[in-house]
């Protein structure tokens, strides 16, 4: 994969540039921390993959996203910012990006971040060669093609809103999240809502695999939200993001224990529910 690197300070290009290089992701094939030059720069060199920050002099990550991927909607975008404003980051889903990282930079995240990007381009192109194969086919046969609806379903719309808030709160590198979201999608194609033991069970026997090893990824994915979570009260107590997750998506009694382990006043963290994770996904996921 190429890669292209934008971000006003030359510490955080450095920092991305070292992991993608240092991990073996891909080529850096250019960076930048002037805006302006950055885009006709991407557009010229047509990286698969652009790391960009939200908030820069002269022009937002936003209306880079934006600008670019007008003129090539095949690259994909990959926020790092400090930003934790839920409405700014639901703007840069609707402009476009892939997923949104919360600095300070988590080395071990963006790497799975990037990942996960990588393994989603590599999949889109495996199917755009199936639906070429398919459509030459339908050609040489005399047979037509319906034009795609564009219009998102709502389930569509509840799994990108799932996948929004996942993001919000940093899970979208963690392994176990992967399974959150195919729960998810599980429990809208069979019309069901989260019912403790019984769906997770049904989603490991849908594997083949041990439903206690299940849970352990999804333990270990929740947790790394509340400790992020946990990290925004710590840092500012009326931040929006920690106001709406801090007591629907966990347990507060488990935030703040999570709190006093960053803040040294604790040696012991705090314990996600499963239960009370998915039950306040599903609440915040079908509001209106």
């Given at each position: 994969m190429k890669f292209y690197v934008l971000d006003d300070l030359v510490a955080s290009v450095k920092v991305l540039e070292n992991i993608i290089e240092t991990k073996n992701l891909g080529e850096v094939v250019?960076?930048?921390?002037?805006?302006?030059?950055?885009?006709?720069?991407?557009?010229?060199?047509?990286?698969?993959?652009?790391?960009?920050?939200?908030?820069?002099?002269?022009?937002?990550?936003?209306?880079?996203?934006?600008?670019?991927?007008?003129?090539?909607?095949?690259?994909?975008?990959?926020?790092?910012?400090?930003?934790?404003?839920?409405?700014?980051?639901?703007?840069?889903?609707?402009?476009?990006?892939?997923?949104?990282?919360?600095?300070?930079?988590?080395?071990?995240?963006i790497e799975k971040v990037i990942n996960n990007v990588i393994e989603k381009r590599q999949m889109a192109e495996v199917l755009k060669g199936i639906r070429n194969v398919i459509g030459d086919d339908k050609v040489a046969s005399g047979g037509s093609e319906q034009p795609a609806s564009s219009t998102v379903s709502p389930q569509e719309a509840i799994l990108t809103k799932t996948r929004r808030i996942l993001g919000t709160i940093g899970m979208l590198g963690e392994a176990g999240t992967k399974d959150i979201m195919s729960v998810t999608e599980m429990m809208i194609n069979n019309g069901e809502s989260y019912t403790s033991k019984i769906t997770l069970d049904k989603y490991a026997q849908s594997l083949d695999s041990d439903p206690k090893i299940v849970k352990q990824r999804i333990r270990r994915a929740i947790k790394k939200g509340l400790t992020n979570v946990a990290s925004l009260g710590v840092e500012d107590y009326y931040n929006d993001n920690f106001s709406e997750y801090a007591n629907t998506l966990f347990n507060f009694e488990a935030v703040r224990s999570e709190m006093d382990l960053i803040r040294g006043k604790s040696q012991y963290g705090g314990s996600p529910s499963i239960d009370?994770?998915?039950?306040?996904?599903?609440?915040?996921c079908n509001e209106a």
């Open positions: 250019g960076s930048s921390t002037d805006v302006e030059k950055a885009i006709p720069e991407i557009l010229a060199k047509e990286p698969d993959i652009v790391m960009v920050d939200l908030l820069m002099p002269k022009k937002d990550g936003i209306t880079v996203v934006r600008e670019i991927r007008d003129v090539n909607p095949d690259i994909s975008f990959i926020m790092v910012s400090q930003v934790a404003d839920k409405n700014m980051i639901q703007d840069a889903y609707e402009a476009g990006i892939e997923f949104f990282i919360t600095k300070p930079n988590n080395r071990i995240e009370k994770f998915f039950e306040g996904l599903e609440l915040l």
